[in-house]
Nanobody, 124 residues
Framework: QVQLAESGGGLVQVGDSLRLSCVAS????????MGWFRQEPGKEREFVAA????????FYTESVKGRFTISRDAAKNTVYLQMNNLKLEDTGVYYC?????????????????WGQGTQVTVSS
């Protein structure tokens, strides 16, 4: 069993930066993927980024490439999402998730464990 706890959300302005953190309580195995999703009210949860735990290979949705960076600190069982040059459309609740699949997935139903979410609001 793994529990995930996000932190770092907040209210920022367009162009600002934020760093989200997610600490995993429990074992994250080398073939696991940890990812970030976001959701706005009335919309489906969408994939943002993911990282393979062992190789640290990263994956991003097109809209955040060049602005967001996912990374992990295996010693701390923590995954980060550095978000730069934030835009209005980045607003949402950001969820940390862990997938036990050894293959990358961009689908939320492929992830087995979820955090409670942290709100990110970008204002003009």
């Amino acid at each position: 069993q793994v529990q995930l706890a996000e932190s770092g959300g907040g209210l920022v302005q367009v162009g600002d930066s934020l760093r989200l953190s997610c600490v995993a309580s429990g074992t994250v195995y080398s073939n696991d993927f940890m990812g970030w999703f976001r959701q706005e009210p009335g919309k489906e949860r969408e994939f943002v980024a993911a990282i393979n735990w062992r190789l640290a290979k990263t994956f991003y949705t097109e809209s955040v490439k060049g602005r967001f960076t996912i990374s992990r600190d295996a010693a701390k069982n923590t995954v980060y999402l550095q978000m730069n040059n934030l835009k209005l459309e980045d607003t949402g609740v950001y969820y940390c998730a862990l997938s036990k699949s050894e293959y990358i997935s961009y689908r939320s139903d492929s992830y087995d464990y979820w955090g409670q979410g942290t709100q990110v609001t970008v204002s003009s």
